[in-house]
């Protein structure tokens, strides 16, 4: 976060490209766009009318018509009116239009930048937080938005403010503007200067701020931890040490805006006040007209308000810049997959699934110098189940990863029907595997929603067929709701082996040709995992199944079984060819699970 506030401080050219780049998403919309901005300028143009009209009336008022224009009083009340009718209805069409602008302008962009967020590798989310990709999708947008809707308009607006203000008091009172404008600026840039130290002493008291809310968040997240450790007075202290830290920033602040007043009235309504003085002298030597005085009043205000909001205007202009590069490097990188392949892969031919592994080596791109797998070679027919054992960092979970093609060997090569698994389009070859993980994540919709994940155009009849074959449908049939039942942020409202077979459904509703089951029954109790194994049989039935398994009591029935230690098949054999081995691994793995749980 840091380094983003720095880079926000000074405009460089890959923030102009940047922003240049973001401006093709409101090219669809760019007669809206300038016809905005010339609804905002013609506007902008009557409205620097007003302060001349008023100060002239004044001068009619007092039987000196300076300009010989010949208008009544009541003629500048017409005037006036119509001046605000014409606001009214510009600053209208101008809203109007800048809204349409930027929301659809910005919804094009939010559809364009999550298709390629979802469209990426698993080392791109590997590399990110997920909450800076919300961040880039939320936040920068957001952003981008009320430039887009807001800042650059009233950029545009303070620029014909400022031209026509200056040449217009230059006409009007060519002796005090060239006072004014040789001390007035003077003055409202080091106001600006000020206030910018200001905002940063202000933003440093908001971190801190928000450094005591993480403590308190924290501490109530995770207060079963709190009390088990009787740590309430360490998190006391720590929590008044943050306060104390506020307290200190906040002093400081106070300080600072205090000086900050005593320059506002000083210096600023100081500067002002002598014009205003330098002005009356005038009016009283005969030099000036009080209604040119009373409008030269205006449109100093006016002015000084125009060149005060630079900074903020400004400032905001960069963030916006900074935040399209952000958006830009995601755009701009390469995406695994094209979201309409997805759609196109459902109609695709299915697999026969048989699977091969020929001298297939790979390290993670983050430990290159850590070979997880050294030499696989394996061969599944089609319809044959086949098991991955091994302790933890064997290489088993990777086996599958390298299958779906979430990462690439580095030596040798996977084929699926005898043909490289690279040469198949990677949502083609996706759809046709299904995964049972052990920890099922549901999405927080229905139940249907869940199920239908794994087909979206399921008929009613198919969704039944898959809920009853995955041994759901009975426990669905118990919710008031049925299919219905809204199962919370992750599934939290189901057990684990309601889960489980939710994730099954889903499976059966894909219709895969490879089913792969990563420890899948290792989490339930032993009621849950009877019926989640018969719903798991029933969906490896004429499937390639790959199962991975801590629990060797669930894989006696696959064809082959493959031993895996560091990286390495050690073993291979059906569980009673393994279990006849004197010194194997898995006959020792084997006896102690079945002596612990004897």
Same mark, same amino acid.
């Given at each position: 976060m840091?380094?983003?506030?720095?880079?926000?401080?000074?405009?460089?050219?890959?923030?102009?490209?940047?922003?240049?780049?973001?401006?093709?998403?409101?090219k669809?919309?760019?007669?809206?766009?300038?016809?905005?901005?010339?609804?905002?300028?013609?506007?902008?143009?009557?409205?620097m009318?007003?302060?001349?009209?008023?100060?002239?009336?004044?001068?009619?008022?007092?039987?000196k018509?300076?300009?010989?224009?010949?208008?009544s009083?009541?003629?500048?009340?017409?005037?006036?009116?119509?001046?605000?009718?014409?606001?009214?209805?510009?600053?209208?069409?101008?809203?109007?239009?800048?809204?349409?602008?930027?929301?659809?302008?910005?919804?094009?962009?939010?559809?364009?930048?999550?298709?390629?967020?979802?469209?990426?590798?698993?080392?791109?989310?590997?590399?990110?937080?997920?909450?800076?990709?919300?961040?880039?999708?939320?936040?920068?947008?957001?952003?981008?938005?009320?430039?887009?809707s807001?800042?650059?308009?009233?950029?545009?607006?303070?620029?014909?403010?400022?031209?026509?203000?200056?040449?217009?008091?230059?006409?009007?009172?060519?002796?005090?503007?060239?006072?004014?404008?040789?001390?007035?600026?003077?003055?409202?840039?080091?106001?600006?200067?000020?206030?910018?130290?200001?905002?940063?002493?202000?933003?440093?008291?908001?971190?801190?701020l928000?450094?005591?809310?993480?403590?308190?968040?924290?501490?109530l997240?995770?207060?079963?931890?709190?009390?088990?450790?009787?740590?309430?007075?360490?998190?006391?202290?720590?929590?008044?040490?943050?306060?104390?830290?506020?307290?200190?920033?906040?002093?400081?602040?106070?300080?600072?805006?205090?000086l900050?007043?005593?320059?506002?009235?000083?210096?600023?309504?100081?500067?002002?006040?002598?014009?205003l003085?330098?002005?009356?002298?005038?009016?009283?030597?005969?030099?000036?007209?009080?209604g040119?005085?009373?409008?030269?009043?205006?449109?100093?205000?006016?002015?000084?308000?125009?060149?005060?909001?630079?900074?903020?205007?400004?400032?905001?202009?960069?963030?916006?810049?900074?935040?399209?590069?952000?958006?830009?490097?995601?755009?701009?990188?390469?995406a695994?997959?094209?979201?309409?392949?997805?759609?196109?892969?459902?109609?695709?031919?299915?697999?026969?699934?048989?699977?091969?592994y020929?001298?297939?080596?790979?390290?993670?791109?983050s430990?290159?110098?850590?070979?997880?797998?050294?030499?696989?070679?394996?061969?599944?027919?089609?319809?044959?189940?086949?098991?991955?054992?091994?302790?933890?960092?064997?290489?088993?979970?990777?086996?599958?990863?390298?299958?779906?093609?979430?990462?690439?060997?580095?030596?040798?090569?996977?084929?699926?029907?005898?043909?490289?698994?690279?040469?198949?389009?990677?949502?083609?070859?996706?759809?046709?595997?299904?995964?049972?993980?052990?920890?099922v994540? $549901?999405? #927080? %919709?229905? /139940?249907? &929603?869940?199920?239908?994940?794994?087909k979206? *155009? =399921?008929?009613?009849?198919? !969704?039944?067929?898959?809920?009853?074959?995955?041994?759901?449908?009975?426990?669905?049939?118990?919710?008031?709701?049925?299919?219905?039942?809204?199962?919370?942020?992750?599934?939290?409202?189901?057990?684990?082996?309601?889960?489980?077979?939710?994730?099954?459904?889903?499976?059966?509703?894909?219709?895969?040709?490879?089913?792969?089951?990563?420890?899948?029954?290792?989490?339930?109790?032993?009621?849950?995992?009877?019926?989640?194994q018969?719903?798991?049989?029933?969906?490896?039935?004429?499937?390639?199944?790959?199962?991975?398994?801590?629990?060797?009591?669930?894989?006696?029935?696959?064809?082959?079984?493959?031993? $895996?230690? #560091? %990286?390495? /098949?050690? &073993?291979?054999?059906?569980?009673e060819?393994? *279990? =006849?081995?004197?010194?194997? !691994?898995?006959?020792?793995?084997?006896?102690?699970?079945?002596?612990?749980?004897?």
């Amino acid at each position: 976060m840091k380094e983003e506030n720095q880079n926000t401080k000074k405009l460089t050219k890959d923030k102009i490209a940047a922003g240049l780049y973001i401006f093709k998403y409101i090219k669809p919309y760019r007669w809206y766009f300038i016809t905005g901005m010339i609804a905002l300028v013609i506007g902008s143009l009557i409205f620097m009318v007003f302060p001349g009209a008023a100060g002239e009336m004044a001068n009619v008022a007092i039987g000196k018509d300076t300009y010989h224009l010949g208008l009544s009083i009541e003629d500048y009340g017409w005037l006036f009116l119509i001046i605000l009718i014409l606001q009214g209805v510009l600053s209208s069409v101008r809203t109007v239009f800048f809204s349409i602008v930027s929301e659809k302008g910005m919804a094009d962009l939010r559809k364009d930048l999550f298709d390629k967020i979802i469209t990426q590798s698993v080392g791109f989310y590997e590399e990110r937080r997920v909450g800076e990709l919300t961040s880039r999708i939320t936040t920068d947008v957001e952003q981008l938005q009320s430039v887009f809707s807001i800042t650059l308009a009233e950029l545009l607006r303070q620029v014909v403010v400022l031209i026509s203000g200056i040449g217009i008091i230059a006409y009007l009172t060519p002796g005090l503007s060239l006072l004014m404008l040789l001390t007035f600026p003077v003055i409202v840039v080091l106001a600006m200067v000020f206030g910018r130290y200001i905002r940063k002493l202000s933003k440093n008291r908001q971190d801190k701020l928000a450094e005591t809310n993480t403590i308190v968040e924290e501490c109530l997240q995770s207060f079963y931890v709190v009390k088990s450790y009787a740590n309430e007075w360490f998190e006391s202290r720590r929590y008044s040490k943050s306060i104390d830290g506020v307290v200190g920033v906040s002093l400081s602040f106070a300080k600072v805006r205090g000086l900050f007043f005593i320059f506002i009235i000083t210096v600023l309504f100081g500067g002002m006040f002598f014009i205003l003085w330098r002005g009356a002298i005038m009016v009283q030597h005969g030099e000036m007209e009080a209604g040119d005085l009373f409008s030269f009043i205006i449109y100093t205000a006016i002015l000084g308000g125009a060149i005060a909001s630079f900074g903020n205007l400004y400032t905001s202009v960069l963030q916006a810049l900074g935040a399209t590069e952000r958006i830009r490097e995601i755009l701009m990188s390469d995406a695994e997959v094209a979201v309409a392949d997805g759609e196109k892969a459902r109609n695709a031919e299915p697999f026969k699934g048989s699977i091969s592994y020929h001298e297939v080596a790979f390290a993670y791109p983050s430990r290159p110098d850590l070979p997880v797998l050294k030499g696989i070679n394996f061969q599944v027919e089609h319809g044959q189940k086949i098991a991955l054992v091994g302790q933890s960092g064997s290489g088993k979970s990777t086996i599958v990863q390298l299958l779906m093609r979430f990462y690439a060997p580095n030596e040798g090569k996977i084929t699926i029907d005898g043909k490289n698994i690279d040469e198949y389009n990677i949502s083609d070859l996706r759809h046709q595997i299904g995964i049972v993980p052990q920890d099922v994540i $549901l999405f #927080g %919709g229905s /139940i249907r &929603e869940n199920i239908l994940y794994g087909k979206p *155009s =399921a008929s009613e009849e198919e !969704l039944n067929t898959a809920a009853e074959q995955a041994n759901a449908l009975e426990f669905i049939r118990q919710f008031p709701e049925g299919f219905e039942t809204i199962v919370g942020e992750r599934g939290i409202k189901l057990s684990g082996g309601q889960r489980q077979r939710i994730a099954i459904a889903r499976a059966i509703l894909k219709n895969p040709s490879i089913l792969i089951l990563d420890e899948a029954t290792s989490s339930l109790d032993a009621e849950s995992e009877k019926i989640v194994q018969e719903a798991l049989n029933n969906l490896m039935r004429n499937r390639t199944s790959i199962i991975i398994a801590h629990r060797l009591a669930t894989i006696r029935e696959a064809d082959c079984i493959y031993v $895996l230690e #560091g %990286g390495i /098949i050690i &073993e291979k054999g059906s569980h009673e060819e393994l *279990s =006849a081995l004197d010194d194997g !691994l898995y006959r020792h793995l084997a006896r102690l699970q079945f002596e612990n749980n004897g």
